[in-house]
T-cell receptor, first 112, second 116 residues
Framework: GENVEQHPSTLSVQEGDSAVIKCTYS??????FPWYKQELGKGPQLIIDIRSNVGEKKDQRIAVTLNKTAKHFSLHITETQPEDSAVYFC???????????FGKGTRLHILP | GAVVSQHPSWVICKSGTSVKIECRSL??????MFWYRQFPKQSLMLMATSNEGSKATYEQGVEKDKFLINHASLTLSTLTVTSAHPEDSSFYIC????????????FGPGTRLTVL
């Protein structure tokens, strides 16, 4: 089955700098890769997603890149702000399979 | 769009009682709903997947008689924790996916269950 590895587990970034979170997946049939942000005591919120027919997608300060050959995808947050502090989860799913497989999460701290 | 609600947001109950948690998709029809459990500082653990009008499919190791799931309509799924014990205390989160994007899951805000 699919396995998603996520790094780093914790990341501290100075406010205004960029943050990068990386994930790898094992199943070459995976074709959908969402990213979720979870604040303390709340449910995960979908912040961006990418499908396998696209190499990069951007939404304001957030971007995701996908390398299908290497089976890895990354989340990039630019001009980080205090409200970006949260736990971020990457995930992968395969067409026809309802489930999505989550990484273990990255706790992002934005330092003042 | 794609709003999912959960009720209650938190519940405290005595050991041995049953607790029902509701999950609703507010602005879309959810063909599939998912129930997750999350322990502190850990990732989400899928408990079961349910399709409207069908029996839920439980993940390995999840007791179906303890965690009863009902998905009676395209906007409502319920999780009932029967005969709750302290070890069932956790953060329970539902998600829903709709007709037009079957692989995108939208999550509810979660329910914090504490069993005394």
């Amino acid at each position: 089955g699919e396995n998603v590895e996520q790094h780093p587990s914790t990341l501290s970034v100075q406010e205004g700098d960029s943050a990068v979170i990386k994930c790898t997946y094992s199943d070459s049939a995976s074709n959908y890769f969402p990213w979720y942000k979870q604040e303390l005591g709340k449910g995960p919120q979908l912040i961006i997603d990418i499908r396998s027919n696209v190499g990069e997608k951007k939404d304001q300060r957030i971007a995701v890149t996908l390398n299908k050959t290497a089976k890895h995808f990354s989340l990039h947050i630019t001009e980080t702000q205090p409200e970006d502090s949260a736990v971020y989860f990457c995930a992968a799913s395969t067409e026809g399979d309802d489930k999505i497989i989550f990484g273990k999460g990255t706790r992002l701290h934005i330092l003042p | 769009g794609a709003v999912v609600s959960q009720h209650p947001s938190w519940v405290i109950c005595k050991s041995g009682t049953s607790v029902k948690i509701e999950c609703r998709s507010l602005d879309f029809q959810a063909t599939t709903m998912f129930w997750y459990r999350q322990f502190p500082k850990q990732s989400l653990m899928l408990m079961a997947t349910s399709n409207e009008g069908s029996k839920a499919t439980y993940e390995q190791g999840v007791e179906k008689d303890k965690f009863l799931i009902n998905h009676a309509s395209l906007t409502l799924s319920t999780l009932t924790v029967t005969s709750a014990h302290p070890e069932d205390s956790s953060f329970y989160i539902c998600s829903a996916s709709g007709i037009y994007s079957t692989d995108t899951q939208y999550f509810g805000p979660g329910t914090r269950l504490t069993v005394l």
